[in-house]
């Protein structure tokens, strides 16, 4: 049996699927008067099933093809279709509304019947439609994915057409296809208002109270009756003739949504919210990925909204109260504690501290802090619900957007809750130009930190901050406007994103902006970029109540155009700020580029191209870190102190400290990089002036290699794609001191030359052992032409074509270091192929099987690519990783101290290690095992913390013989428990010390009692995680090897 559910939901309120473009809810019975087959045939008139067959196939085939077969059509047809497609009448309606949609939505198409029968002139069918999802259908944004859709059909035939047909559709099921839940998007739905006439309340009294006059004073008690003339809700007004009746809800702004269909005429209209905007324009971010809204852990519990400080929230200013009303969520800005269960999302908005606190708050930003007080208030009981409402409540979600002061009151807000730990609340910030207003002496002169920006630019301490979005125009404000925003210091375990945009001050964030014909391109590009962030933060929006003429695929294009002409413009400008890491400030900029040059305006721009740039792009509009006020040459890390001592005007930092380390670092970059386009423009100055016929390659370091050569070879059909690394890369990796793949490549004398990692997955299998065997060539001929010995890094998934390549031409003398690209090992037989490559020295690779060649030796997998920027922590930067890893291990309890129970974290799934978990979990290994099962994902944070409390963590084989695991462990100070596999080679956890675990057979407590009393501290073989140790011991085979 199959149920309409899209209309038996629309029917109480809470719709899953837009409203229908024709009228919903009626669906009768067939129009004739010609009887039933049973139980008397002899009333029934003459039929001819076989007949009514063959048009049944043709009207449902119609579906599949694209054939016009209005034959089968009657003149007066009728249509009686599901939810969320409604009634048809007529054969032009009929296909212009529900035949050409569906047709538009699915490519390669095709129709499955499971039965179609006919009895007389009605036939049924039952089967599945099948096609790729290329278009939008029942409000259902196109995915690309092949899907089907059951259905269940009838048709009355008369006089060989069809006058009457009914379907119904499986929307739950085609949902699930789409990555959606149909039952908790109707779940969370929430009905705020449904009138109707006061006729219409009489007859409703009449029946309840028949029925039950206690229900019927619960209903009066629970549902208010007012007059015609207005209804509850703020900014809410019903003109309908009657009385109107109400849901007694606190005051939220809403707006009612009139529903044009027969309930309208009959006197009942709907005003409904759901999780993602029924009706609402669809979705076509090309970069939005996020998880489906309708899954609870996905939304955020309370959303908050800060306006500027002489702005409003009704009547709107800016689209901060746009924002507030389009937020699907229980309004509780006037302080109110529950009212709504803890699965339904709450929002609050603040009017601007001008407008709440008159001139102190325009001058002083009075009023900030009493608005986070009440925030805190809000979100110590959300906190206390939830720990009530089940017994692992998971971490209240807040979400906080502040325009100028507004942004401000956010910061205010972080700390605030700084003494909430992540796992309690994960706070998210969308700073919008914080501007705490005062002047750039003012907060230089402040020895007392008593300035607004002194009180809100260092938010380090709150733990609970997960995600910032700071969004800065670029065009500045006259100084004595005390526009300044600030720059602050955030936590380094928080996602900070810090953005430079188009426009000026809330300028920038317009409503009238985005109502057509004309288009404001900075307030489209806010819109945009915050809609986007708040999607990504879990915030429900219901596009219905976006009052702009245009739809949001319409703003992308209109922002895209706008963003390829901006950055066409050659003009520069800038704007001071300040900085939380320096006492001269920051530049908000924008660069002056050349004509030929083509750059992005910022990453949003990016984004809106649905480009896939080089790794390190450079952005027309910047933030410049004050560089020329620092003294270089003073690093007491390296042992290097400026000559000039106290004499130097610039200034000097202590970079033991890690925040001044790092300070010192971004700033040295950051001039380093600015003196580099000087030089090349100068360069390129006088090349234009002497031409020359000679290939054009970048100029690097000495230190360096040389860069990519412009005849090697790039896969067809990614040439957007960067494929090999540059030397802003070289340099990140190489300062890392942890092993990964990463650090390993850039060790390499062609690391220029090889592809990046990880990119063989986006080559056909078929073009990549003809590549790799190009790469192999290139690298012997290029390995001649140096003349000493060179340690070389080759992915796995190329070898097979490499060694190929490579043996076509002589080469000098070689380390082969073959990494990781997948977790399949280095069989014998390509070992065999390897060790006959001349020049072969030595061969260190990852999972390799036991070798019978002396010259091979395993290689671990070491950390993922936190060098790389490829790591799957939310962490900021590429170099946090290590960071993080190295204040765990500071921070942790010596080895003695440690936890003596082995830690079991959780684990991808594999039948081993499932065994092991299997066997660990009995009640007689309770005293031994410390088993962590919830959740089922630890953050990198959070798992590197867990490590370092234990002395020794269980560390089976994922899909390879090395995991992550037992590195991370080892660079930590736990000792990782390993297990012996005959097909490997052991040397590789021989050389750590590392202490095997026996097979989950052959476990009993007592023997594991006995291994975990037999461990010792792991600190003396700390080398083994540190990337010159694996580069000493190469050095030393080509050395060996060339002195002999």
Request: aromatic residues 10%; neutral net charge; proline residues 7%.
């Amino acid at each position: 049996m199959m149920i309409d559910w899209a209309d038996l939901f629309r029917q109480v309120g809470r719709p899953v699927l837009p409203p229908a473009p024709l009228p919903e809810g009626l669906v009768l019975t067939a129009a004739a008067n010609d009887g039933v087959p049973a139980p008397l045939s002899v009333m029934v008139a003459g039929r001819n099933s076989t007949e009514a067959k063959l048009v049944a196939e043709a009207a449902l085939n119609e579906w599949a093809n694209d054939d016009r077969s209005e034959r089968w059509r009657h003149d007066d047809f009728t249509f009686y279709g599901p939810g969320g497609i409604g009634l048809a009448r007529r054969r032009e309606v009929y296909q212009n509304l529900v035949i050409q949609p569906f047709r538009a939505a699915f490519a390669k198409r095709r129709v499955e019947k499971d039965m179609l029968f006919c009895e007389g002139n009605y036939c049924a069918a039952c089967g599945r439609f099948w096609g790729e999802h290329v278009g939008t259908w029942v409000g259902q944004v196109a995915t690309q994915r092949r899907v089907s859709l059951r259905f269940g059909m009838h048709w009355r035939v008369e006089e060989g057409r069809v006058r009457e047909a009914w379907a119904i559709f499986d929307f739950p099921g085609f949902l699930k296809q789409l990555g959606k839940d149909f039952y908790d998007i109707a779940r969370y739905a929430k009905v705020f208002k449904f009138s109707c006439s006061f006729a219409a309340l009489n007859m409703a009294e009449g029946i309840v109270w028949k029925w039950s006059p206690h229900l019927w004073q619960d209903f009066k008690a629970s549902w208010a009756i007012t007059p015609p003339c207005w209804s509850m809700g703020r900014s809410t007004i019903s003109h309908q003739a009657g009385f109107v009746v109400t849901r007694d809800l606190p005051a939220t702004r809403k707006r009612e949504v009139s529903n044009g269909s027969r309930w309208a005429k009959a006197g009942y209209r709907e005003s409904v919210e759901g999780p993602e905007g029924p009706g609402g324009p669809a979705d076509t971010e090309p970069f939005l990925s996020i998880a489906s809204r309708c899954q609870p852990p996905g939304i955020a519990h309370l959303t908050v909204f800060f306006e500027g400080t002489a702005n409003t929230i009704e009547p709107l200013s800016t689209q901060i109260g746009l924002f507030f009303n389009l937020t699907d969520a229980f309004d509780v800005s006037g302080g109110t504690l529950g009212g709504a269960p803890i699965s339904q999302p709450r929002k609050m908005a603040f009017d601007g501290c001008g407008v709440t606190d008159g001139f102190c708050g325009t001058i002083c930003a009075k009023g900030l802090r009493r608005q986070c007080a009440a925030v805190r208030r809000q979100v110590d009981s959300l906190v206390a619900e939830l720990a009530s409402s089940c017994q692992t409540p998971p971490a209240l979600r807040v979400n906080a957007v502040g325009l100028s002061r507004g942004g401000v009151a956010c910061l205010y807000l972080a700390q605030a809750l700084a003494d909430l730990h992540m796992s309690t609340c994960e706070l998210s910030l969308l700073l919008f130009d914080p501007v705490p207003g005062d002047l750039l002496t003012v907060a230089q002169l402040d020895l007392f930190r008593l300035s607004n920006t002194s009180a809100c630019c260092d938010v380090s301490t709150c733990q609970c901050l997960a995600r910032v979005l700071a969004l800065y125009p670029y065009e500045p404000l006259p100084a004595i406007a005390c526009h300044a925003p600030v720059l602050c210091h955030y936590p380094e375990h928080c996602l900070v994103e810090e953005e430079v945009t188009p426009g000026c001050h809330q300028g920038a964030l317009q409503v009238h902006g985005l109502q057509g014909p004309r288009l404001d391109f900075d307030s489209a590009l806010s819109f945009l970029r915050i809609r986007r962030w708040l999607m990504e933060c879990g915030t429900p929006l219901d596009q219905r109540h976006l009052d702009c003429t245009v739809s949001v695929k319409t703003l992308e294009d209109f922002c895209l155009r706008k963003c390829n002409q901006e950055a066409r413009r050659n003009r520069a400008s800038v704007r001071s700020s300040h900085s939380a890491h320096s006492y001269w400030g920051a530049t908000i900029a924008r660069r002056q580029i050349s004509a030929e040059e083509e750059a992005y305006l910022n990453q949003h721009h990016k984004l809106l191209s649905n480009a896939v740039s080089r790794e390190d792009s450079e952005w027309i509009l910047e933030i410049q870190r004050e560089a020329k006020n620092l003294c270089f040459e003073h690093d007491p890390r390296h042992g290097q102190t400026c000559s000039a001592g106290d004499a130097c005007p610039k200034e000097h930092l202590d970079t033991f400290q890690e925040d001044l380390a790092e300070r010192l670092d971004t700033a040295r970059r950051a001039w380093e990089e600015a003196l580099l386009r000087r030089r090349q423009k100068e360069e390129e100055g006088r090349s234009s002036l002497q031409p020359s016929t000679a290939p054009s390659s970048r100029t690097l370091r000495a230190s360096c290699t040389p860069h990519i050569c412009e005849d090697l070879p790039v896969p067809p059909g990614i040439f957007e794609v960067p494929w090999y690394y540059d030397e802003r890369w070289f340099r990140r990796a190489t300062a890392a001191r942890l092993i990964s793949s990463a650090s390993f490549l850039a060790c390499s004398a062609l690391w220029a030359c090889t592809p990046r990692l990880r990119r063989y997955r986006e080559m056909h299998p078929d073009t990549r052992p003809v590549f790799a065997s190009d790469m192999g060539e290139r690298f012997a001929r290029m390995l001649a032409s140096f003349r000493t010995p060179a340690v070389l890094c080759v992915e796995k998934p190329y070898l097979e074509g490499f060694v190929d390549g490579f043996a076509k031409s002589a080469a000098g003398d070689f380390v082969l270091l073959a990494v990781n690209g997948g977790d399949a090992p280095l069989s014998t037989d390509l070992q065999r192929r390897i060790g006959a490559l001349p020049g072969l020295k030595a061969c260190f690779a990852m999972n390799l099987h036991k070798p019978s060649d002396g010259r091979f030796f395993p290689l671990p997998v070491g950390l993922p690519h936190h060098c790389d920027g490829l790591h799957r922590g939310r962490l900021r930067g590429s170099g946090d990783a290590e960071l993080l890893i190295e204040r765990v291990r500071r921070c942790a309890a010596a080895w003695e101290a440690r936890d003596r129970r082995l830690l079991v974290t959780p684990m991808q799934a594999s039948r081993l290690r499932t065994r092991y978990i299997e066997a660990l979990t009995q009640p007689e290994f309770s005293q031994l095992v410390h088993v962590v099962t919830s959740p089922s994902r630890l953050d990198f944070p959070d798992f590197l913390s867990l490590l370092s409390q234990h002395r020794a963590v269980l560390s089976p084989p994922g899909r390879g013989h090395d995991c992550y695991r037992t590195w991370q462990a080892l660079a930590v100070g736990t000792v990782p428990l390993v297990v012996q596999d005959p097909l490997f080679d052991e040397r590789l956890y021989e050389i750590a010390k590392l202490p095997v675990i026996p097979f989950p057979e052959n476990l009993t407590p007592d023997s594991l009692q006995a291994l975990l009393e037999r461990l010792v501290n792991p600190d003396p073989w700390q080398r083994c995680v540190e990337t010159t140790y694996w580069a000493d011991i190469w050095r030393l085979h080509l050395q060996d090897q060339s002195q002999g």
